[in-house]
């Protein structure tokens, strides 16, 4: 499964993190009261390439303003 991820994502774990589009790491995840639900994957860009793209960041991690952490 994290190879077709990888492959989707332009990531490839034995080049250079600086050469990767996205790089994966493992983080937690937490409900809205800050339990610990499970680990996941996550492909994450740096800040430099980010702005470079003119990607918009998520301080808070919701894509939807429908959707606000309180």
């Given at each position: 499964m994290l190879?077709?991820?990888?492959?989707?994502e332009g990531?490839?774990?034995d080049r250079d993190?600086?050469?990767?589009?996205?790089?994966r790491k493992q983080?937690?995840?937490?409900?809205l009261?800050?339990?610990?639900?499970a680990?996941?994957?996550?492909?994450i860009m740096t800040e430099k390439l980010a702005i470079q793209l003119q990607g918009i960041h998520q301080p808070n991690g919701w894509w939807s303003s429908s959707h606000k952490h309180k």
């Open positions: 190879t077709a991820l990888d492959e989707l990531y490839h774990p993190a600086s050469e990767n589009l996205y790089n983080i937690e995840t937490q409900d009261q800050g339990h610990l639900l680990y996941a994957w996550v492909y």
